[in-house]
Structures are given as structure tokens and as C-alpha cells.
């Protein structure tokens, strides 16, 4: 059985930072790719970042490209999102999720196997 779990979210200054973690219950975690995703009140779940088993390939949504960084550790059976200069729009609820399939990194919701129960990120003006 697979279990995400992510950690890190809260408030923030518009301008500020968080890193949000995610800790994945998972046999062989490095088989699997991870993505990023968030949700805010009233939107479609979006993606945000994925990165392969081996941290050798990364995708970020245009959006957040420059600001964030994902990572992952494949020791700790971690996946890391790092955002940097956050903005109010960046608010939302952000989900962490599993692909176990091979093949090219997923960008939709609908690639991804596993979900995490999400954690709340509110940035203020």
C-alpha cells in the first residue's frame, strides 16, 4: 500500500518562501516518478512540478518555473518542493502524487497513481 504524506505548508508574506515535504511508505519509492500538484478554491487540481525516479528529469509548470524547485531523496523516500518569492496567487491546497508506471513524466492528474491528502499553502499580500 502506498502512502504520501506531505508536511510544510502554512502562511506566508507574499515575496517569502516555504518548502513543503512529502514522505512516501512505498517499496522501491525509487521506481517511481512524483509530481507536485495544487488546487485552489473553485479550480481544477493543476500541476505544478514532477520529477523521474532517478532526479535525472524535471518538469515545471510554466507558472512557477524560476520560483520553484522540486527534489527528491531517494534514500529518505522524500520528495521536496521549494518555492521561492510566492505570491498570492500561489495559494492553494498542494498535493503530492506517485506514478508508477515507466515512461514519460505526467502532467496531469490522471497520470499519477497515488495522492497524498495535501497541505494548505496561504500567501498574503
Known amino acids: 500500500q502506498v502512502q504520501l504524506e506531505e508536511s510544510g505548508g502554512g502562511l506566508v508574506q507574499a515575496g517569502g518562501s516555504l518548502r513543503l515535504s512529502c514522505a512516501a511508505s512505498?517499496?522501491?519509492?525509487?521506481?517511481?516518478?512524483m509530481g507536485w500538484f495544487r488546487q485552489a478554491p473553485g479550480k481544477e487540481r493543476e500541476f505544478v512540478a514532477a520529477?523521474?525516479?532517478?532526479?535525472?528529469?524535471?518538469v515545471y509548470a510554466d507558472v512557477v518555473k524560476g520560483r520553484f524547485t522540486i527534489s527528491r531523496d531517494n534514500a529518505e523516500n522524500m520528495v521536496y518542493l521549494q518555492m521561492k518569492s510566492l505570491k498570492p496567487e500561489d495559494t492553494a491546497v498542494y498535493y503530492c502524487?506517485?506514478?508508477?508506471?515507466?515512461?514519460?513524466?505526467?502532467?496531469?492528474?490522471?497520470?499519477?497513481?497515488?495522492w497524498g491528502q495535501g497541505t494548505q499553502v496561504t500567501v498574503s499580500l
Open positions: 520529477i523521474t525516479w532517478s532526479g535525472g528529469g524535471i
Open positions: 512505498v517499496p522501491s519509492f525509487s521506481s517511481y516518478s
Open positions: 502524487a506517485a506514478d508508477s508506471t515507466l515512461g514519460p513524466l505526467g502532467l496531469s492528474r490522471v497520470d499519477y497513481d497515488y
